[in-house]
């Protein structure tokens, strides 16, 4: 009984999440894509409209009850910047995860992104010490786009930092700092993030 709570409770939370993200997204400019369902709310931020653009049955999980692992944090979509974009592909799932856009995040079709991951194509800060904390980043400067290709699997806690491809079918492990493009069918873990081997197909 007490399970069969546990289910009704959770399924009112994806319906109310999903519905409260669907008419703050249509105020702001957010495209979300038909069959796309949110547990807890997602913070999503831009300067201009239409620069977020989730694609069809997306997952945004950001309650720590609604996955194995727990998340420390909401899902958060944000543009620095009025020409960022963040664009997530049909049936991506993302949990806990941190995007941050100066310029460009894409994310591809069927990825799984785990838990607290956080994926950013900015240095935020410039890189001379002269008035760092308080000087206006350059963001032309200091940030390059970042593209994660299809059906890409990156472990809880890993940080995709600028500038970085992710090829088609990749996987990168828990943890892992990566600051270089990754082939696709590869296996990449570490700091920073280095080639672990080639993901082999089986033909039955």
């Known amino acids: 009984m007490f399970s069969v709570f546990l289910n009704k409770r959770q399924a009112v939370i994806w319906q ?19 069959g796309t369902r949110f547990s807890g709310l997602a913070h999503m931020t831009q300067i201009d409209r239409h620069s977020i653009s989730l694609g069809r049955r997306v997952i945004a999980v950001s309650r720590p ?8 944090r909401p ?6 910047t009025r020409e960022a974009r963040i664009f997530i592909d049909d049936d991506s799932g993302l949990s806990g995860t941190v995007i941050c856009a100066a310029k460009s995040v894409r994310v591809g079709k069927r990825c799984l992104i785990g838990a607290d991951v956080s994926i ?8 001379s010490a002269d008035n760092r904390r308080y000087a206006k980043p350059d963001f032309d400067r200091i940030s390059a786009p970042i593209n994660i290709g299809d059906d890409v699997f990156i472990g809880t806690r890993a940080i995709i ?15 892992s700092v990566v600051t270089k493009d990754v082939q696709a069918m ?13 993901i082999v197909i089986e033909i039955v």
């Open 16 to 34: 109310v999440s999903t519905w409260l993200t669907r008419i703050y997204g249509s105020l702001i400019g957010i495209t979300i894509g038909v």
């Open 65 to 72: 009850d609604a996955t194995a692992l727990g998340v420390s």
């Open 75 to 80: 899902v958060i979509l944000r543009c620095l």
């Open 120 to 127: 950013f194509d900015t240095d935020f800060h410039q890189h």
């Open 161 to 175: 930092q600028k500038g970085v491809t992710v090829g088609n079918g990749a996987i990168i492990a828990a943890g």
């Open 186 to 198: 590869t296996i990449v873990g570490g700091n920073p993030a280095t080639f672990i081997r080639h």
